[in-house]
């Protein structure tokens, strides 16, 4: 069975920084794009960033300059790098893959559950 557990968020004062990670396990043959979301209270879900197989990334508008997507393909593992954190990056912030594993078709999507990323002095 696939899950993807993020790790990494907390509460964090106007203009520092957090480091989110998270982690894909299960019997995985590969994972195409990995990215990050987000969803702040009272609003839809929205993309935060993503990032291919290769290390091509696309980011937001909102965050571009200040988050950094990485991934570590051989530990299937992507991260997000936040700095210069403003009140309105507060959101849960969602893991999301793009893989192909045992019993699921290629290209198949899945979810972390989130992690809270509070940012309030």
């Known amino acids: 069975q696939v899950q993807l557990v993020e790790s990494g968020g907390g509460l964090v004062q106007p203009g520092g920084s957090l480091r989110l990670s998270c982690a894909a396990s299960g019997s995985i043959f590969s994972i195409n794009d990995m990215g990050w979301y987000r969803q702040a209270p009272g609003k839809q879900r929205e993309l935060v960033a993503v990032i291919t197989r290769g290390g091509t990334p696309n980011y937001a508008d909102s965050v571009k300059g200040r988050f950094t997507i990485s991934r570590d393909n051989a530990k299937n593992m992507v991260y997000l790098q936040m700095n210069s954190l403003q009140a309105e990056d507060t959101a849960v912030y969602y893991c999301?893959?793009?893989?192909?594993?045992?019993?699921?078709?290629?290209?198949?999507?899945?979810w972390g559950k989130g992690t809270q990323v509070t940012v309030s002095s």
């Open positions: 999301a893959a793009r893989l192909w594993a045992v019993g699921v078709a290629p290209s198949s999507n899945y």
